[in-house]
């Protein structure tokens, strides 16, 4: 059973969320003319935001960006410091002999899947991860294809804040990517939120990936189907971000409509009309988007499993993008007829089946509100989309006191049944959200779960040959 300290903390949480998603029923209206088209991703009254930091100081460097000029869009960019390490090259000569190409320096030791290496680059000081960054970049110059000159370009001012590049060399360190969809009922919850900010760290650290936290708008103010197209639009706008990589590479000096690509401090940028860059610098010189991962905690996972589907409607027409897998943790499901789950568990620790079904009447339109919407039912019949044969691999997390438990895992067994590798973790005495809430992110059982996730992630984004790196 959840502690006493879970249990007293539940109440107190139902009681808040109870009284916000009432007080926004009585009044969509006045939301609604609040937010707009544009609408709201955070709501700074209910919960603190953490603020992004460029540097490497705990291992992460973040920063946000806004990504559609009419909406309130946005992602924050969580990139781990293993971008600037040199991967291991795999050991092919007999024991004992060294390796080509090896460095002994143990500064470049990789960091393991359970956490980070006492070995690593970036210490408290922010001149060390400059010099031990110039040092590793002088002695690896044709991996990274830049020079020590190059290296200092990545740091402004001496202030440690990573700037990133675009690098000329044929071997920079790629990262897979992970898109991320915060939890929240649809209604409340944000991509930099402090709970969030936490878990988007640890995971990139684990995983040892990119996150792209997405920051899709909330209701009422926006109703579906905005935040499900908000999260297509983040997948889009990876696709757009590497193809004017690429561009910026092979165009040269060499101009077109509406786009200026120019060489800047040797490195080729493409720039808008206004001469503003389109390209991110972050995910141009690290991101590797062939191997994309969705992570949805709560309604995210609602969120994930819709881009998974339109990715795989999409094929092609995503290239270089290809999500190889999606991980749900606890997704928000439900359902007309009700399953064991949620009858038992109907007044289960934090989000209730009372409270959740407000939540879907502010989510969903008027005219729409069915408990076995689409949104709401991956297993509805007559559902649109694609076969679940074609989804990608899937992970589900569930808990043992959560009332939605029992759908999820139908959804899982249903896509084992057309032979999808997809597994279920399921964690004795746990509660929705056990790995995400802020009281408990620092529990072992979220810790445990962090790395859970991380062992199967990475079988999926290994590059061949490489399986065993981890």
Known sequence: ?????????????????????????????????????????????????????????????????????????????????TCLHLPETPAKSRVGAPNPGSDSNPVLTRRFSYGSSDNVIVSGSNAVVVKRAQNNFADRRSSYGCSIDDANLKFENGNGNYRGYNPVGKNPRRLPVMLQFHGGGFVSGSNDSVANDFFCRRIARLCDVIVLAVGYRLAPENKYPGAFEDGLKVLH???????????????????????????????????????????????????????????????????????????????????PVKVVAQVLMYPFFIGSIPTPSEIKLANSYFYDKAMCILAWKLFLPEEQFSLDHPAANPLVSGREGPPLKQMPPTLTVVAEHDWMRDRAIAYSEALRKVNVDAPVLEYKDAVHEFATLDMLLKTPLAQACAEDITIWVKKHISLRGHEFSY
């Open 237 to 319: 706008w990876l696709a757009k971000q590497s193809n004017l990589a690429e561009c910026g590479k092979s165009l040269g000096g060499s101009r077109g409509a509406g786009v200026d690509v120019r060489r800047s401090e040797g490195n080729w940028h493409v720039a808008d009309a206004f001469g503003a860059s389109m390209v991110e610098p972050w995910l141009a010189a690290h991101g590797d988007p062939s191997r994309c991962v969705l992570l949805g905690v709560s309604c995210g996972g609602n969120i994930a499993d819709y881009v998974a589907r339109k990715s795989v409607e999409a094929g092609k027409l995503l290239d």
């Open 1 to 81: 059973m959840p502690s006493i300290g879970v249990k007293l903390y539940s109440v107190f949480f139902k009681f808040m969320l109870k009284h916000r998603l009432h007080s926004r029923l009585q009044s969509p209206e006045n939301d609604a003319v609040g937010g707009g088209s544009f609408g709201v991703t955070s709501r700074p009254q209910e919960e603190t935001a953490a603020a992004a930091n460029p540097s490497f100081t705990d291992g992460v460097a973040t920063k946000d960006i806004h990504i559609d000029p009419v909406t309130s869009l946005s992602v924050r960019v969580f990139l781990p410091d």
